[in-house]
């Protein structure tokens, strides 16, 4: 059986907490594929994490940050990165899945502005209007794996996040490897995907 690390802090007032279980259920009874997951706290990821994590077949970074280990969070999904471990990252993921990647790739000292609210021009910026409880078009960058996945060029999603990609930086997703996957109607950055990677996907929308 394959395992899932689900990773973030459970809380059962947060609705994604709540719906990711039966989403991926749904998907494992459509599929018929044997396929098991579970919770790792943010606390719980230890120094030695590529050992803690090599079980997993797969690593879903879930919403829910601030995380109560921002740094144990970031070596999770720089594990699944380097190991070329297959990865999602929803909203708050979505959000550190490019913190990880500034940092250890870009060479910048990356900063979410929710936990650094002094710092200049932080990776992960306040959105302009807030996302919460929202909805919105989205369009899929031609020959990305999400276009593929969804089969369309365009769809609507939900959103619960007040925080987004900084713009500042948009020049970077153009060059290298980790590019973006989909935009807003008005052209922000909503999803980024990894190149060389055989599954490296993040989404500030929630799917």
Not at 39 to 56: H, K
Not at 76 to 97: D, K, M, S, V, Y
Not at 122 to 137: F, N, Q, R, Y
Request: contains cysteine; proline residues 7%.
């Amino acid at each position: 059986m394959k395992r899932i690390a689900l990773v973030g802090d459970y809380d059962e007032n947060v609705v994604a907490h709540r719906a990711i279980p039966v989403a991926l259920k749904r998907a494992v009874d459509d599929l018929r594929v044997d396929v098991s997951w579970e919770w790792l706290p943010s606390l719980a990821l230890q120094p030695m994490i590529d050992r803690q994590l090599e079980p997993y077949a797969g690593v879903w970074c879930v919403p829910g940050s601030p995380y109560n280990n921002t740094a144990g969070v970031i070596e999770a999904i720089r594990f699944a990165r380097l190991h070329e471990r297959p990865f999602l990252g929803t909203c708050g993921g979505f959000q550190h899945a490019i913190l990880e990647y500034a940092q250890a790739v870009w060479g910048i000292d990356a900063m979410h502005a929710e936990t650094n609210p002094d710092a200049e021009d932080p990776v992960i910026a306040p959105l302009v209007c807030g996302l919460v409880e929202a909805s919105g078009g989205l369009h899929f960058e031609r020959g990305s794996q999400l276009r593929a996945i969804y089969g369309r060029e365009s769809a609507s999603e939900e959103y619960h996040c007040n925080y987004g990609f900084n713009p500042l930086y948009v020049d970077r997703l153009k060059t290298g490897p980790l590019k973006i996957a989909a935009r807003d109607d008005e052209g922000s950055v909503r999803a980024v995907e990894l190149a060389y990677h055989p599954f490296f996907i993040g989404t500030l929308f929630q799917p």
